[in-house]
T-cell receptor
Framework: EDQVTQSPEALRLQEGESSSLNCSYT??????LFWYRQDPGKGPEFLFT???AGEEKEKERLKATLTKKESFLHITAPKPEDSATYLC????????????FGKGTRLSVIA | GAGVSQSPSNKVTEKGKDVELRCDPI?????LYWYRQSLGQGLEFLIY????????KSGLPSDRFSAERTGGSVSTLTIQRTQQEDSAVYLC????????????????FGPGTRLTVL
């Protein structure tokens, strides 16, 4: 059974204090690993897709990396507006199949 | 461009009533998904439509849940004889079909419908 575990469940950072969120996964053949951001009362907002181990993607203060067993979302010098729940999901072959989500990491960045 | 839209944004109903939730996917997206997000839980897959193929209903929690997609576009999720445990946010997502050697697996989500069953 495909599984995704995210840690920590919640993270509180001071503005400018860099950190990383972890996503550990088991899947029968990884088609893609996805990171989403979800603000309260809204649907998840797509951030990144990673397809193979060693791949990295960046967007503003966020960088996502992937190994064969886990992914990290690195947040550099976070700002209060980065506060949100970050969701990780995996997709098994053949493609366009439903995503399996973790429970998310709730990030709070304090000014 | 227009994203995925869902209606209503909020629905309050009484136990035992039927409800219909609507999803309008992004134009041109052939795959459509329904997920459910309960308090403290991750997103749970419900049902998946891909083009004209038969839907994957493997995530539906009971036979009270059903969904259809008309004309390859708009989808309706119906919950019959609602129960209190059906209270959740119901999210719809759509994605493009894989094309050639490129992959378009990203799923784009709507804002969700918050269902409360009293």
């Amino acid at each position: 059974e495909d599984q995704v575990t995210q840690s920590p469940e919640a993270l509180r950072l001071q503005e400018g204090e860099s950190s990383s969120l972890n996503c550990s996964y088991t899947v029968s053949g990884l088609r893609g690993l996805f990171w989403y951001r979800q603000d309260p009362g809204k649907g998840p907002e797509f951030l990144f897709t990673l397809y193979s181990a060693g791949e990295e993607k960046e967007k503003e203060r966020l960088k996502a990396t992937l190994t064969k067993k886990e992914s990290f979302l690195h947040i550099t010098a976070p700002k209060p507006e980065d506060s949100a729940t970050y969701l990780c999901a995996v997709q098994a072959p053949p493609g366009n199949t439903p995503l399996v989500f973790g429970k998310g990491t709730r990030l709070s960045v304090i000014a | 461009g227009a994203g995925v839209s869902q209606s209503p944004s909020n629905k309050v109903t009484e136990k035992g009533k039927d409800v219909e939730l609507r999803c309008d996917p992004i134009s041109g997206h052939t795959a459509l998904y329904w997920y459910r997000q309960s308090l403290g839980q991750g997103l749970e897959f419900l049902i998946y439509f891909q083009g004209n193929s038969a839907p994957d209903k493997s995530g539906l929690p009971s036979d009270r849940f059903s969904a259809e997609r008309t004309g390859g576009s708009v989808s309706t999720l119906t919950i019959q004889r609602t129960q209190q445990e059906d209270s959740a946010v119901y999210l719809c997502a759509s994605s493009r079909t894989r094309a050639g050697t490129s992959t378009y697996n990203e799923q784009f989500f709507g804002p969700g419908t918050r269902l409360t069953v009293l």
